[in-house]
């Protein structure tokens, strides 16, 4: 199971350098290949960076969060998403990601969810954050 941080999972919804891994992750769910996790705090924060695409890049941030959606539907009727709530047990695993690794809540609630959804692979745009998922004993692919 692959973990896509905020980073990763934009790519999805916008070209940028690395979206073509992560649409390979994506067809690889599509076959039954392997299945994708991340959190419900993920929807949240790319919602933010669509909203600043659409107004650096005139793209439709509605447009992008509707397509997210859909996605997010169309893979758990296909049982390839699990998608983790933002849940006490969830939060206290951040706090001692934060306390030991001396990051952002936000960067540590990524890790805790990973971990919480038993992803072997954590999926980041951020070389930052895929130092301390190593750290944390995750399998890292990099999309910079």
Known sequence: MYYLDTSALVKRYVSKPSSDIVDRIFSECYRGISR?????????????VFDKYERRLGLSAKRLMRDLLREMRTLARLHRLVVVDVSPKVLRGSVKVVLKHHIYVADALQIASATMARSSIFVTGDRDLAKVAEDEGLKVIYVG
């Open 36 to 48: 994708i996790s991340f959190s419900y705090w993920n929807v949240a924060e790319a919602a933010v």
